[in-house]
T-cell receptor, first 112, second 116 residues
Framework: DSGVTQTPKHLITATGQRVTLRCSPR?????VYWYQQSLDQGLQFLIQ???????AKGNILERFSAQQFPDLHSELNLSSLELGDSALYFC???????????FGPGTRLLVL | AQTVTQSQPEMSVQEAETVTLSCTYD???????LFWYKQPPSRQMILVIR??????QNATENRFSVNFQKAAKSFSLKISDSQLGDAAMYFC?????????????FGGGTRVLVKP
């Protein structure tokens, strides 16, 4: 158990819908990262937050957005969902902007 | 942009034997970190080992060790005395250090099968 929690574990929804994935970092970690793992794209970095501020952006679609709240938990919002958004979404956290990243169990999203 | 390449899609090893997974990366940076993560069937991403580029000594964690060749941009993982629980996907990852923003760049993964 890494100490990073993600909810929900599974999510099934329809195209065009909007979902919110939630992540709680390890106690004391200020950095939160979001990754997408899909069969065709592999593991890809989406976005990083550090102490509430966006720190780095990767291949995140405009339909996707994220934020980190004062209590340091983070949410990833996915809207206008497409079939291709079906993937495993990981959250990771670290204790500083360049620290080792520890991953949560992931949220498996299936868009039908 | 940094790229990470794992040239072996799948490796098979007999229980108690040793297997070595290959990883090469491309970067113009001199200061960075390299990682191996394990992803078992549960899909959880588990950190196996970490190597700082400025350290010449190869990292070791119990039965896991790396061979870090900075000039060759090579970072292989050796699993000794393989156990059934080692069966998983293994991902090599690169991270710039002291960067304004951080991300892990992953290779495509190597599936390790352990035969009893």
């Amino acid at each position: 158990d890494s100490g990073v929690t993600q909810t929900p574990k599974h999510l099934i929804t329809a195209t065009g819908q909007r979902v919110t994935l939630r992540c709680s970092p390890r106690s004391g970690d200020l950095s939160v990262y979001w990754y997408q793992q899909s069969l065709d794209q592999g593991l890809q970095f989406l976005i990083q937050y550090y102490n509430g501020e966006e720190r780095a952006k990767g291949n995140i679609l405009e339909r996707f957005s994220a934020q980190q709240f004062p209590d340091l938990h983070s949410e990833l919002n996915l809207s206008s969902l497409e079939l291709g958004d079906s993937a495993l979404y990981f959250c990771a956290s670290s204790d500083d902007p360049v620290g080792t990243q520890y991953f949560g169990p992931g949220t498996r999203l299936l868009v039908l | 942009a940094q790229t990470v390449t794992q040239s072996q899609p799948e490796m098979s090893v007999q229980e108690a034997e040793t297997v070595t997974l290959s990883c090469t990366y491309d970067t113009s940076e001199s200061d960075y970190y390299l990682f191996w993560y394990k992803q078992p069937p549960s899909r959880q991403m588990i950190l196996v080992i970490r190597q700082e580029a400025y350290k010449q000594q190869n990292a070791t964690e119990n039965r896991f060790s790396v061979n870090f060749q900075k000039a060759a941009k090579s970072f292989s993982l050796k699993i000794s005395d393989s156990q059934l629980g080692d069966a998983a996907m293994y991902f090599c990852a690169y991270e710039r250090s002291r960067a304004a923003g951080n991300k892990l760049t992953f290779g495509g993964g190597t599936r390790v099968l352990v035969k009893p």
